[in-house]
């Protein structure tokens, strides 16, 4: 099955769907990282876990020094469930379209690799056609790539745009802000061969337009990717690409922040390079 057959079956990126791969009916987007529900009255409230609750539990991880999982099959290299410490190789050689690449041709190089690309897959760069363009042919298996492309330029519909608060042709409304970011949590490896590795990533996601009186507000959703990966031209790149929703914490109780400071903060905060 190809990238496009997983996108076509679940409705787009970050909708839900492979990870969410589905869009919802009412707006969802073909985009990437995957993700969103279907946005609800209520789904907007929803607010994210609070930070205590968060370093507990990175807390109670990181003492599980002693636990014997592992989060590979048990090549040498394939680190510990609880190892989160970098492993002191430089990840990445050098950024194609704005996209980390050169990962290393391991377990770990596949694991980084599947982080920035969900990345990748779940910006706002994504609406606009060359920018998608552009971040497909950095990302996908070259065979597969030109497929994909017509598959995402038939979903990113004016229709579409105008669902998830952008104008037709995906620009953003004058006075608002477009967010949609994907971040990924964690990385898990299913499997993996000398030039094949399939990659779990949960993420984190937001998605909406910022500003006042907006009738997209931007709401978090939480998702699981699952890439499979193939070494090509010295790099990992994605040969087919799927999203589910969850797991999904328990929201905090945060006052949501409003539109002017949403915005705010998404102009002056930038994204990360993720390694393992």
């Known amino acids: 099955m190809s990238l496009g057959d997983e996108y076509e079956n679940t409705g787009g990126y970050g909708g839900t769907g ?113 920018k998608r363009d552009a971040i497909l042919n950095s990302v996908i298996t070259p065979a597969r790539a030109a497929g994909f492309a017509t598959t995402l330029d038939k979903a990113y519909t004016p229709e579409f745009n105008k669902n998830v608060g952008l104008n037709e042709d995906g620009t953003t409304p004058e006075g608002y802000t477009f967010v949609s970011r994907t971040s990924p949590i964690g990385t898990k490896v299913i499997e993996s061969s000398d030039n094949a590795a399939t ?47 969850g797991p999904a914490p328990v929201p905090g109780d945060e006052r949501a922040s409003s539109a002017e400071e949403m915005a705010k903060t998404v102009e002056e905060y930038g994204g990360f390079t993720y390694a393992r």
């Open 18 to 130: 492979q990870t969410r791969t589905r869009m919802p009916e009412s707006g969802g987007g073909p985009h990437g990282g995957g993700r969103r529900g279907g946005r609800t009255s209520s789904r907007s409230l929803v607010m994210v876990v609070g930070v205590v609750v968060l370093l507990i539990a990175a807390i109670a991880f990181a003492n599980r020094g002693g636990d014997d999982s592992s989060a590979g099959e048990g090549d040498d290299d394939s680190p510990q469930a609880a190892a989160t410490a970098p492993s002191g190789e430089k990840p990445v050689r050098s950024a194609n379209a704005g996209i980390p690449s050169g990962f290393a041709h391991n377990r770990q190089g596949a694991e980084s690799a599947a982080a920035n690309y969900a990345v990748a897959l779940g910006s706002a760069e994504m609406f606009n056609k060359s």
């Open 199 to 245: 990659v779990e990533v949960w993420c984190s996601g937001l998605l909406g337009l910022a500003g006042e009186n907006s009738t997209n507000p931007v709401t978090s959703s939480w998702f699981t990717i699952t890439i499979q990966l193939g070494w090509a031209n010295d790099d990992w790149k994605i040969v087919t690409h799927s999203q589910k929703d």
